[in-house]
């Protein structure tokens, strides 16, 4: 089947950690997405890729850092920079890049991170 | 910069029920609009994706319209079952945000049995 997978389901961080969260996808797409969801509202962009090798900062990248070294694979990792770090978040994955003519975007499971 | 707003926040509404939710965004030159269903503690599924050349696209019970000029577009859920209760969100990609999406906060529907 193919599809999005996002590794853990749910993470517990302490303090001070930094944490890597994993996102892999077989839909043998180029853009790949990060965002983060707060209860009650709508998703905001930390990071996207249009192709390997390639990344772009979103709208609240603070503390948040990536990498896309291979097409199938884009994760985010949480510093301790970031200052509220609790949410949930989300990967996604389109052919090019979303909000582009026609371009779907397609979504893992999501990862819950809460810091203990 | 765009922004996108979806009313009302949660609607309750009995089974069988015919419904619409709203979704409008602010600035007219997007490239197209998406709409996605979430389930509570699950990732986003997509319903429909309409480009900016369409005025809707039709996918089973669901229908979603745009109107660009008005900066609106709709889902129209008929015949609504209690399986359709979950959060609908919708996003709008133009070339103002770098061709990036811009999410609402969705609307909660409860369809009650």
């Known amino acids: 089947d193919g599809g999005i997978t996002q590794s853990p389901k749910y993470l517990f961080r302490k303090e001070g950690q930094n944490v890597t969260l994993s996102c892999e996808q077989n839909l043998n797409h180029d853009a790949m997405y990060w965002y983060r969801q707060d209860p009650g509202q709508g998703l905001r962009l930390i990071y996207y890729?249009?192709?390997?090798?390639?990344?772009q900062k979103g709208d609240i990248a603070e503390g948040y850092s990536v990498s896309r070294e291979k097409k199938e694979s884009f994760p985010l990792t949480v510093t301790s920079a970031q200052k509220n770090p609790t949410a949930f978040y989300l990967c996604a994955s389109s052919i090019r890049l979303a909000g582009g003519p026609g371009n779907e975007q397609f979504f893992g499971p999501g990862t819950r991170l809460t810091v203990l | 910069k765009q922004e996108v707003t979806q009313i009302p926040a949660a609607l309750s509404v009995p089974e069988g029920e015919n419904l619409v939710l709203n979704c409008s965004f602010t600035?007219?030159?997007?490239?197209?609009l998406q709409w996605f269903r979430q389930d509570p503690g699950k990732g986003l599924t997509s319903l429909l994706l309409?480009?900016?050349?369409?005025r809707e696209q039709t996918s089973g019970r669901l229908n979603a319209s745009l109107d660009k000029s008005s900066g609106r577009s709709t889902l129209y859920i008929a015949a609504s079952q209690p399986g359709d209760s979950a959060t609908y969100l919708c996003a709008v990609g133009g070339n103002t945000n770098a061709g990036k999406s811009t999410f609402g906060d969705g609307t909660t529907l409860t369809v009650k049995p």
């Open positions: 890729s249009q192709i390997v090798n390639d990344f």
């Open positions: 600035d007219s030159a997007i490239y197209n």
């Open positions: 309409i480009q900016s050349s369409q």
